[in-house]
Nanobody, 125 residues
Framework: VQLVESGGGLVQPGGSLRLSCAVSGFELAYYTVGWFRQVPGKAREGVSCINRGDGTTYYATSVKGRFTISRDNAKMYLQMNNLKPEDTAVYYC?????????????????????WGQGTQVSVSS
């Protein structure tokens, strides 16, 4: 079982990046999936997710209107537009076997039992 993120890097404010998360060893379609981020010294926070069942999506207030989550059978993605310096973090993809963990009003991190290793996103001029 493996999740591998890619697409991170250094970008100027206002720029865009597209993160990808390739999975192996399990069928992504059967999982609720999400993206999280963490900066040193702070707790990891949920950024966005897609519910396995009805496709409900959630976006953190700080990224709503700028980030878009999507998925296909083998990968999940996070399109990040109009990036800001405060978006700088290590971004992680994750999957929840239970199918829970993503609601229209929030994301429940404890439900996610499969995690990638993270990819650095840095936004700076």
């Amino acid at each position: 079982v493996q999740l591998v993120e890619s697409g991170g890097g250094l970008v100027q404010p206002g720029g865009s990046l597209r993160l990808s998360c390739a999975v192996s060893g399990f069928e992504l379609a059967y999982y609720t999936v999400g993206w999280f981020r963490q900066v040193p010294g702070k707790a990891r926070e949920g950024v966005s997710c897609i519910n396995r069942g009805d496709g409900t999506t959630y976006y953190a207030t700080s990224v709503k209107g700028r980030f878009t989550i999507s998925r296909d059978n083998a990968k999940m993605y996070l399109q990040m537009n109009n990036l800001k310096p405060e978006d700088t973090a290590v971004y992680y993809c994750a999957a929840a076997d239970s199918g829970y963990g993503c609601y229209s009003h929030g994301i429940t991190q404890v439900e996610y039992d499969k995690w990638g290793q993270g990819t650095q996103v840095s936004v700076s001029s």
